[in-house]
Structure formats: C-alpha cells, structure tokens
C-alpha cells in the first residue's frame, strides 16, 4: 500500500479555519494519521498544501463541440489548476438529459480526464423548459445536480412541478437567477459606462426578480437549490431572508466577479465578455464581502471555452465566457494578498462547501478524507501567457495580467497527476 508523507507544508485546514505548519500522511490514497517508516516523504518548504479544488459549474463540450474543449484538456487544465474534481455542465449538444447521454460522458471523462469528474444533468428536456427529465433515473446513473444553465425555466408550472419532483428524490436543483426579458440581448450592466459605450446593456435588478421567484417556489415545495453565480449587490438580501427563514438554499460566485468589474471591459475586449455581464466595484465589493461572510457558499470558475471565431466579433455579438480552471487559483489569490479572504476562508468556498453540497469526496484535510490534494506557492509572481494554458480554447480575460500564485503540484486519491509525468519538473 503506497505511502506518502507531506513534510512541512503550510496547512490550510478550512473546516477548522487554520493553517500552520505541518506534516500530512497519505496512505493507500487516504489521508492518515501516520504514516509507515518506508513512505515516500515530499518536502513541501513551506509551501501551502490545500484540499483539492472542486469547481462547480465547468463546461466540456462533450459532445458536440468537442473542438472548444474536450474531457482530455479540460481534464489537464484542472490539474494544472490545483482542480481536483470538475463537475461538469450539461448545457452540451445534445444536452445531457437523459442515462446514455450521462453514461456517455461519464465514460469519456473515466478514459481521458486526470482528476475526478462529477456531472449534473439538465432539469428539463433539451434545456427547453418543457417537460422535466427522469430525475430519478438520472440521479440513478451518477447527476449530482439538476440544472438548464442559463436557460431560465419561464414557465413557473413547470419549475414548480421540477423542484416538487427534485424535492421528493433530495436531489438538488441549480438554477441561473435572471429575468430572461430583462436581460435578453444584454452585453453589459447598466450604467453611465454602458451608455458611453454604447453597448445594450441590463439592470442589476434583473438578477434580483430572477432569485426572488426562485426562492419564493423553493418555499412553496422545499426544495434544495443552488444559485449559480451570484454577480451583483441587489440579490443579496433576498439570498440571506432565505437563509435566515431555514429555506435549503445556497450561492455560488464565478471569481471572475470577485476580481474584476465594468471597467475591465476596456476598449470592448470580448474577452471580458460575460454571463451575467461584469458589475461595478460596489457589486464586486459586496459579493466579496458576502463570501467572507459565508452568505455566499462556494466559488467557481465557471469554465467556458469559446474559439476564437466567436470572441473575435463586436462586443455586443461575441460569445460570453471565459476559461479559468487554470486561473482560478492565482485570481483568488488576488483576495488573499488584498487582504480580503483568509486562506482558510477561500478554500472553504472552494472546497469544503462545493463537497458538502453536492455530496462529494474531498474538500478536507481531515484524516479518512481522499488525498486530493493542492500544493502551491501563493506569493509566486507570474505573467499570464493564454498560450501556455491547457485548454484548447484561450479565452481569458487574465492574459498578460501579473498575478500571484502558482500550482507545484496536484493529488488525486493520493495518486500525483500535476506536473504532468511528461513534464519533468520540479516541485
């Protein structure tokens, strides 16, 4: 049985919010207690050494798109990322909403991806809205989750009869809070800068009607649901009365709206093309400040690879999203060294919660937990190059951007799969 021993590693231990320095023990792909004379000993110096991030919200275009981004480089970029398991979108073509659809990509992501892969199935058939899937056999054959992306479910009869379904199963239902008339066409959020630019834009308060109706149907059939990214101030209330009213609900934020704004979209880099659109500084502040709080649970990337024919269009008509499993970590740390989010904190958000929530391994240092580990430098200074990164589309709104923060090394099941074995580096 392999051993392994994690000498003086700088612990983050989100369940206890602690960190310290330390050694960790990993036996047979679990961490332990103590470990045998005969392990292999790694000497971590210093460096952080982190439950493996568990990104909710990642999209592999698989099937159907498999030229943006496929199980093999989505998987390879998570590891790059300090990602130990991806769970996956189902917003694919075609969706996946049905158990071959499911058992399909579960395959793809066995044979090819090197960390874990949990997937969530769509709520309704073909994300349209109109008859809910088999919850029940999907949920058999492995969904973690139950959602349409950011196809909001307009008919409420449906939505209800969906959550009530979900509900009667325990399985949880994430949904994307926004008023679909509000914000169709919008690019942008409304505002001074939006009108300067002239770019089609929405209110903030779209975002706010979209959760309002959500929670007051979850209080109608007591359903568990998560909000999938959170992006301005004015949701927030609405967020803590259901908490504080016992409903099961929980929130999730993409990092890129903990780290960036409205200004960032600059001179219309499509790059910084998302959706829902960059906020303002206030938006930003208040949502880090909600995480700091744990009013919002979890961070996500919200990995979304688009090619370069689809961002290379005006702003208004390109395709939103980014690619961020790999820079998911060195933009969290820009939270961290601003002094904003402790350690401990962060991988709470990053780690422990999405476990909990979805019912995963992993998101803990405690012993009996998987070895799904992160080792990284969080002081590392580094410039982004898009062309180095894993994933086969490129779009990133960090490139050329100085960050902090780099990944020396990933476990999963105790089992080193970053730097990659064809690598040859160094920790």
């Not at 967020?239 to 709206?257: C, T």
């Not at 930003?284 to 690879?305: F, N, Q, Y």
């Amino acid at each position: 049985m392999s051993a392994t021993i994690f000498r003086g590693a700088q612990l983050i231990d989100p369940d206890h919010d602690d960190t310290g320095v330390g050694d960790l023990c990993v036996v047979g792909g679990v961490i332990a207690n103590e470990a045998p004379d005969d392990a292999v000993v790694i000497d971590c110096a210093g460096l952080c050494l982190a439950p493996g991030i568990i990104d909710v919200g990642v999209k592999v275009s698989e099937p159907g798109e498999r030229h943006k981004e496929s199980y093999r480089t989505a998987g390879r970029a998570a590891a790059a990322g300090g990602v130990t398991t991806m769970v996956t979108r189902p917003d694919t073509d075609p969706a996946i909403d049905t158990p071959e659809v499911l058992e399909f990509v579960t395959r793809r992501a066995r044979e090819t991806a090197p960390v874990r892969v949990a997937h969530m199935a769509a709520l309704t058939k073909g994300r349209d809205g109109r008859e809910m899937v088999e919850v029940g056999f999907l949920s058999d054959a492995g969904a973690v989750a139950f959602t349409d992306c950011d196809r909001v479910i307009t008919d409420t009869k449906v939505f209800a009869r969906a959550l009530t379904y979900a509900q009667s199963l325990d399985a949880l239902v994430i949904a994307h809070p926004q008023d679909p008339g509000l914000s169709r066409g919008a690019a942008a959020t409304s505002g001074k800068f939006a009108s300067l630019r002239g770019l089609p834009a929405v209110s903030p308060m779209a975002e706010r009607l979209g959760l309002e109706r959500d929670l007051a149907m979850v209080e109608m059939t007591g359903a568990a649901y998560h909000a999938d990214n959170l992006s301005s101030a004015a949701a927030l209330p609405a967020l803590e009365r259901a908490k504080s009213a016992g409903l099961n609900v929980s929130a999730g934020v993409n990092i890129h709206h903990l780290t960036l704004n409205e200004l960032d979209v600059g001179d219309y880099r499509t790059f910084f093309k998302l959706k829902p659109p960059l906020r303002s500084e206030d938006d930003r502040l208040a949502l880090v400040e909600a995480v700091a709080s744990g009013l919002i649970d979890i961070i996500s990337s919200m990995h979304t690879p688009q090619d370069e024919e689809s961002k290379r269009l005006p702003f208004e008509e390109a395709a939103s999203g980014a690619v961020a499993l790999e820079t998911l970590l060195p933009a969290s740390m820009r939270l961290y060294h601003a002094g904003a989010l402790s350690l401990p904190q962060l991988f709470r958000a990053l780690s422990a919660n999405p476990a909990k929530r979805l019912g995963l391994s992993g998101g803990s240092l405690t012993p009996g937990a998987p070895a799904d580990l992160v080792l990284f430098d969080p002081d590392a200074p580094f410039v982004l190059d898009r062309f180095t990164l894993q994933s086969k589309s490129k779009n990133t709104p960090f490139d050329e951007a100085r960050m902090q923060g780099r990944v020396k090394g990933t476990w999963v099941n105790g089992a080193q799969v970053f730097p990659f074995s064809d690598d040859h580096a160094d920790l």
